[in-house]
């Protein structure tokens, strides 16, 4: 199985630099989901996950 196959019918969710921590905490919460991709300019900078809190 490939990764495409898992995320063909998901919603992609990221956060951007300049969101506050809280922002994107609130995010994850609402969408349940235990970590999000950061972006800057639409490339990858780091991953903010639950242990991060």
């Given at each position: 199985m490939l990764i495409r196959d898992l995320l063909k019918n998901q919603v992609t969710v990221s956060a951007e630099m300049h969101q506050t921590v809280l922002e994107v905490a609130a995010m994850m919460v609402n969408r349940n989901?235990?970590?999000?991709?950061?972006?800057?300019?639409g490339q990858l900078v780091?991953?903010?996950?639950?242990r991060d809190l």
């Open positions: 989901i235990g970590a999000v991709p950061v972006l800057q300019g780091g991953i903010f996950s639950e």
